[in-house]
């Protein structure tokens, strides 16, 4: 692997740790990328989380729905979340107990 490669696969650790093994690292540098390139809005998310088997995903899923305004759903302990979101927000979000991994996709989101 090249010394390019080494440092990069370096980094997505480092973001990793910071990101409390808790965030997709792809999505977290997708979301991230996107905050830069067009800073006026928010990337748009599909946001796939996977609670612990103790919490109460619906009670959850009015939760975010009403603090974020994303277009939820719920099946077993696993949401789908759609809406706009900065990493800031992403990092808050992760930051609750109930929650153990977020994974998804970012795109542009419309004007």
């Known amino acids: 692997m090249s010394e ?7 980094y997505k650790e ?5 990101l409390e093994n808790k965030i997709d690292v792809d999505l ?3 979301i991230m990328y996107l905050e830069r390139k067009l800073p006026d809005v928010e990337p748009k998310v599909e946001l796939d989380i996977r609670m612990s088997s103790e919490s109460n995903t619906l009670s959850f899923l ?13 099946r077993h302990n696993h949401l789908t979340a759609v809406g706009r979101i900065n ?15 977020i994974t ?3 795109t542009p989101a419309s004007y």
């Open 4 to 10: 390019i490669e080494d440092s990069f696969d370096e």
């Open 14 to 18: 480092r973001l990793s740790g910071m």
């Open 28 to 30: 977290a540098m997708k």
């Open 62 to 74: 009015h939760k975010i729905n009403q603090k974020f305004g994303f277009q939820t759903s719920a």
């Open 87 to 101: 990493m800031d927000k992403l990092a808050k979000l992760a930051s609750n107990q109930e929650i153990e991994w």
């Open 104 to 106: 998804g996709s970012a």
